[in-house]
């Protein structure tokens, strides 16, 4: 707990993105990110679809290259290390993917447990008992032995969830971890984000499309658009900010939902 | 001309890239044999899927290969009135190449097809990238109970094909077409020798290894394939594209083999 309260004081860089360039084909995703992730805090990449979220995810996660630039991961350059000091890396590493990446020919409950089995020297018994616990926690008490294909879309994001925190990680990394999940589960998830941060202080990176719900649970939001982060601050400031892409995604986001007939006439004459 | 040179010489620096990669794959996979940790659990229910359910494949093709060889040897034989030699002939071409070749070629269509669609389409889903984040080696955890598990099985479901081959040709040669009894096995006795043995012995580890490494390469880098590995369809091509290469490389190693060891 201590640990905790010192690092956010005195907030170091857990994560660095310099100057990352990504093309695929002729497509040029990233376009020279700059993004710092400061240890032990809560950051959130926002931005329309397709703008490259994931991709900005997979780069500090070791799975991509890139084109130009560096991704520094505890001050360490991911393209420079070997595969024994990046796998000692990711060690640390708790990772919900979009699509949850599931293990489609366990069940529920040997998803979880895999990273426990694989990675820890924890008897039957404790792995049960761990792997319980984080389902619980996840509402998802009873479906153990189902296999993720027998799952709802919500549900297996949970799984997700439950197999990215069960080893405690130090940093984690959640691609839309409630999308397709009801309000009330993912404010459920949200307090469970915030009392495990608040407990274990850990760094987590979230990319999400709550807006404003987020909001309350980052202490920084980086907006991606056009291959670039247009800013990376706290949200009452992000809110504020008069960077025109950010107002422009704030107003539209958090904006009211019908525009009135005025500003867009011809709106309501269908319904 | 440009553009067909350029055409050519991308094709070659993608089957040169393609080949490193898969050479390295496998230097990794033979690393991760060797070193712990050394799990039983998992090398069991490969060697139950890749050898003990391909046994009954094995029976089968075994013993109608060795009943072709008897009625084949049989008439060849007879024309230099020499069937005596039956034995000896069925049991040399089942030991040094049919038994080798026929037990790759069939563990390629059972079980090779099948890691390479696994592995694809755990590549496909992110599952393999979903291992590497939780920093589980996916050389480790996935190839290396199924290379122990085919190194062990493909030279013993040889070994049965062999044998019962042996006795297919026995039924067909002794008890139909009347070949003395004894005359099939002591030719066998007296001319198969401890090399040809070894041969066998060879060809079918060669092969086990051959068969386990292109098939889970095949689908281990299905996202690297040339026209896309992108979904069912990807994985579906590139299945067959590793059946097709995992055949004739057997066959090609199976001539270089029997070409240095004779
Ligand atoms: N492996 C790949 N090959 C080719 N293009 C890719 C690849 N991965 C991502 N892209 C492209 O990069 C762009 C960004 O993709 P990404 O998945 O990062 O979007 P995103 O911001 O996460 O969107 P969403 O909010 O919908 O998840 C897309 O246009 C996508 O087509
Ligand atoms: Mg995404």
Redesign the interface.
Known sequence: MNGNTGKKTLPEVAIELQGVVKTFGRQRVLDGIDLKVMAGQTTVIVGASGQGKSVILKHMLGLVRPDEGRVLVFGQDLSTISRKELNEIRMNFGVLFQNAALFDSMTVFDNVALPLRERTRKSDAEIRSLVDEKLKLMDLFGSESKYPAQLSGGMRKRVGLARALVLDPKVVFFDEPTTGLDAHKSNEIYRLFYQTQQQLGYTAVIVSHDVPKIFKLSDHVALLAQGQIQGCMPPEQFQLSDNPLIREYVETTMGPIYSSEKEEPGLHETV | MRNALEKIGDQVLYLLEMAGRMGLFLLTCLKCVLLPPYKMRPVLSQIQFIGARSIFVILFTGAFTGMVLGLQGYYTLRKFGSEGLLGSAVALSLIRELGPVLTALMVIGRAGSAITA?IG??RN???I??L??????PCT?LMKPKFVAAILSIPLLTAIFDVVGIWGGWLVGVQLLGVNDGAYFQGMYASVIWKDIEMGLVKSLVFALLVVWIASARGYFLHLEREGGFGAEGVSRTTTRAVVMASVTVLVWDYLISAIML
């Open positions: 696994e389409i755990m889903s992110e599952q990238d979903a590497e984040c939780m920093a589980i080696d955890y």
